[in-house]
Nanobody, 121 residues
Framework: QVQLEESGGGLVQAGGSLRLSCAAS??????MGWFRQALGKEREFVAF????????VYAASVKGRFTISRDNAKNSVYLQMNNLKPEDTAIYYC????????????????WGQGTQVTVSS
């Protein structure tokens, strides 16, 4: 059985930082990524990274502020979030796929339960 478990969410003030973690089990993956969903909004892409760790891809809204990384020995992926803005408030989901990497949610095979990030102004 494949399972993804996120942690690290919380409440921070604008300009603050959080580090999200996602531990996977059951198998390894070609790519892992992060998506988020704000209240009343559709799920949107945040970032993904391949097994090699090379050429991570970011949504324009977070580029320069967020950094995705992975530790293959731990089968985990991380999202360092700096200079947080109220617009970043959302539930953040970890996702994984067997394939080569994608910014489209439909390409992902496995999902975590999500962790809440709230940024106050």
């Amino acid at each position: 059985q494949v399972q993804l478990e996120e942690s690290g969410g919380g409440l921070v003030q604008a300009g603050g930082s959080l580090r999200l973690s996602c531990a996977a089990s059951g198998r390894t993956f070609g790519s892992m990524g992060w998506f988020r969903q704000a209240l009343g909004k559709e799920r949107e892409f945040v970032a993904f990274i391949k097994w090699s760790g090379g050429s991570p891809v970011y949504a324009a809204s977070v580029k320069g502020r967020f950094t995705i990384s992975r530790d293959n020995a731990k089968n985990s992926v991380y999202l360092q979030m700096n200079n947080l803005k109220p617009e970043d408030t959302a539930i953040y989901y970890c996702a994984a796929e067997v394939g080569y990497g994608s910014s489209w949610a439909g390409d992902y095979d496995y999902w975590g339960q999500g962790t809440q990030v709230t940024v106050s102004s």
